[in-house]
């Protein structure tokens, strides 16, 4: 059987091996769902001058928002990839959710899931919200995610073998990205960073 090789923190068999769970980790997600914002008004008769937003309050709404949404998009299209692999050369449909290093990372990660080759199977959760340390910017939000693997697996096509060391894992840990809107006005998933060190 083919050793693999992970990025974060899987089978201590070899160094291939612990790379592709690390990538594992580090790619996989269910999509992240996007925050609700609604407002409730009362019916007193006659009510205090309303207060307007201010132009803060604004600006951290619409970005926040829109920000969780790029990065469940990111997470659904990297599962979809991390599930087949083989399937099709998956750089372009990434190349529309993220760029940079972000872009860069799971397109290695799926390709060294391609070389083995294997795929993942079952489910991975998400609590992602925006990073309360960094104060979301028109054009940029900082999201900050527990993600749960401890529903999935990493098995070899071949013959269906797990390649996951869940013993030595870290089934559940702190995640972090960058979205950022483009000159397009697009959002992407610029930088991801897992913290193994932090779980949650």
Do not use: K
């Not at 600006?59 to 990111?74: L, Q, R, T, V």
């Not at 099709?88 to 799971?106: K, P």
């Not at 899931?113 to 900082?142: C, F, K, M, N, W």
């Amino acid at each position: 059987m083919a050793m693999i090789s992970y990025v974060h923190d899987r089978p201590a068999e070899s160094t291939r091996r612990r790379r592709l769970a690390r990538a594992r980790q580090h790619a996989l997600a269910a999509v992240a769902g996007a925050s609700l914002l609604s407002a409730c008004s009362g019916t007193a008769p006659a009510p205090p001058e309303p207060q307007m937003p201010t132009v803060t309050s604004t600006h951290e709404i619409a970005p926040s928002a829109a920000g969780i949404a790029a990065y469940g998009e990111f997470w659904r299209v990297s599962e979809l990839a991390f599930a087949a692999p083989t399937a099709q050369d998956w750089e372009a449909e990434l190349s529309m959710v993220a760029r940079g290093q972000a872009l860069t990372d799971v397109v290695i990660e799926v390709r060294n899931y391609a070389s083995v080759p294997a795929h993942v199977e079952g489910a991975i959760t998400h609590d992602a919200r925006p990073d309360p340390a960094l104060a979301p910017q028109p054009d940029r939000v900082a999201v900050l995610d527990c993600i749960d693997i401890s529903g999935s697996t990493l098995v070899a096509d071949a013959d269906g073998a797990v390649l996951d060391d869940q013993a030595s894992q870290t089934p559940r840990y702190q995640y972090r990205a960058e979205v950022v809107r483009d000159a397009s006005g697009t959002w992407l998933v610029e930088t991801t960073a897992p913290s193994l060190d932090q779980p949650c």
